[in-house]
């Protein structure tokens, strides 16, 4: 029986087509995932400490303006805050400016100690966690006429547990995230 003979053509655009087959099959090599994690937050505990102490003396500085202005414009002290702790401190302002009160003198910060502090931050974006002691024997809260407030038994010094976390900025700044006062802590310094 004789043989017929197909083109050439027909195993040569074959072979093609297997060849671009398998190259679409294959690709690129992947690209492997980084491995490197963001740097650390703090590279040991001066810097925490310092991180800290810097981020509640900003607290400290908004605090003491806006009660020197009878608490207007309290809203810039969210700048430091998580929203929920702000919240709390918006809430005093308030009662300063609805009753006509403004502060005299400032509230210092006289004492903060580490507590501990974390490389990354934790599950509630917590990066350190400190003792912060504030002087307020030097504050005077008076009223619209300048007459001074009665504050029976107040202490002179107030402790409050305070935890700090990345800004929402760039991660570049700080927030305060919590601010409790600390139980036995009325006299720090």
């Known amino acids: 029986m004789p043989v017929t003979q197909l083109p050439r053509t027909i195993p040569a655009l074959a072979l093609v087509a297997s060849i671009l087959a398998l190259t679409a099959c294959t ?5 492997p995932p980084s491995s490197s994690s963001p740097p650390p937050v703090f590279a040991n505990e001066e810097e925490a400490l310092a991180a800290v102490t810097e981020t509640y003396q900003q607290f400290l500085d908004t605090a ?16 430091i805050m998580a929203p929920e702790v702000a919240e709390v401190e918006l809430e005093a302002y308030g009662r300063m400016r609805d009753n006509g009160y403004r502060s005299v003198g400032d509230i210092t910060l ?23 002691c504030e002087v307020i024997s030097s504050v005077e809260v ?10 029976p038994g107040r202490a002179p010094a107030v402790g409050f547990e305070v935890s700090l976390g990345l800004g929402p900025k760039d991660g570049s700044e700080f927030i305060i995230l919590s601010k ?3 139980e036995g802590a009325s006299a720090c310094v």
């Open 27 to 31: 690709g690129s090599d992947p690209t």
């Open 64 to 79: 003491n303006l806006i009660l020197h202005e009878g608490g207007s414009a309290p809203e810039r002290i969210s700048a």
């Open 110 to 132: 006289a004492d903060v100690q580490l507590r501990e502090f974390y490389s990354h931050p934790d599950a509630l974006g917590v990066v350190a966690r400190a003792f912060a």
């Open 142 to 151: 008076v009223d619209a006429s300048d007459q001074p407030i009665s504050q």
């Open 180 to 182: 409790e006062a600390e």
